[in-house]
């Protein structure tokens, strides 16, 4: 079982930024890692995604040109810079990784992700 070790998240206010961090353990071949939200009453929607072995990242429409998913220093990990954040952004984002054969290239599901995070939190005042 993947272990998904979650760093960042916190309070900002409108128009700040924050950035997420998750790397897994242990180390596992290339894959599609995203990152999802979910706020209180609300279904856990994806974020961004992107593969671990090269490929361009995919954005969910309500956060582009405004958060960055990148691959990090350490092998498999990806980073999650967001900018220009929104009240309606506040939510608890969870780092996953896909199931094999996933597409990364298509927009991200919930169902195409088996393993997950702990999660942190993101606040965004106004």
């Known amino acids: 079982q993947v272990q998904l070790v979650e760093a960042g998240g916190g309070s900002v206010q409108a128009g700040g930024s924050l950035r997420l961090s998750c790397a897994p353990s242990?180390?596992?071949?290339?894959?599609?890692m995203g990152w999802f939200r979910q706020a209180p009453g609300k279904e856990r929607e994806g974020v961004a995604t992107i593969y671990t072995g090269g490929g361009p990242p995919v954005y969910a429409d309500s956060v582009k040109g405004r958060f960055t998913i990148s691959r990090g220093n350490a092998k498999n990990s990806v980073v999650l810079q967001m900018n220009s954040l929104k009240p309606e952004d506040t939510a608890m984002y969870y780092c996953a990784a896909s199931r094999p054969w996933v597409d990364c290239r298509a927009p991200p599901t919930v169902a195409a992700f088996n393993n997950w995070g702990q999660g942190t939190q993101v606040t965004v005042s106004s």
């Open positions: 242990p180390l596992t071949s290339s894959t599609c």
